[in-house]
């Protein structure tokens, strides 16, 4: 008899916990909870040495990594928008910033200079960003380098 009870009990339990996460998840959703976003902003950053120092990307210029790479909303005055970013061994980093209500804005995009190196390129690139033009192929964002001499 004991295992009878011991077996309605589990299963009452079981009952009661599968509605309560199937509530709150109903609430989460409808609440837009968590700090969903609505739309986001994608781009990506190169970054490599200028040997040449003519602010174009050349044949055998190697890339430049752990850069540091930072996005500024100038809109809305926010410093440092997106997610951490930093070049791979490649140079390369994709660029992620949330767009709460999809609202328009201009961004600002720029490298931070490493060490012992100059820009030769724009230090930074501005990008207006509305939500008809999020549908777009995603933008590259260059930044050259060459070394203080």
Request: hydrophobic fraction near 40%; aromatic fraction near 10%.
């Amino acid at each position: 008899m004991s295992k009878v009870i011991e077996f309605l009990l589990g299963s009452i339990l079981i009952t009661i916990l599968s509605i309560a996460l199937m509530v709150f998840s109903a609430l989460h959703y409808i609440l837009k909870a968590g700090n969903i976003v609505d739309c986001a902003w994608h781009g990506s950053a190169r970054t490599w040495i200028d040997s040449n120092g003519d602010g174009l990307v050349n044949k055998g210029e190697l890339p430049l990594r752990d850069v540091e790479i930072h996005i500024d909303d100038v809109q809305n005055r926010l410093i440092d928008v997106g997610w951490p970013a930093t070049t791979n061994q490649n140079g390369d980093v994709e660029l992620n910033v949330p767009m709460p209500k999809c609202s328009d804005t201009v961004f600002e995009i720029y490298a931070r200079t490493p060490e012992g190196y100059r820009n030769t390129t724009m230090p930074r690139i501005e990008v207006n960003w509305d939500f008809w033009g999020s549908l777009s192929p995603q933008s590259i964002y260059y930044f050259g380098f060459v070394t203080n001499k």
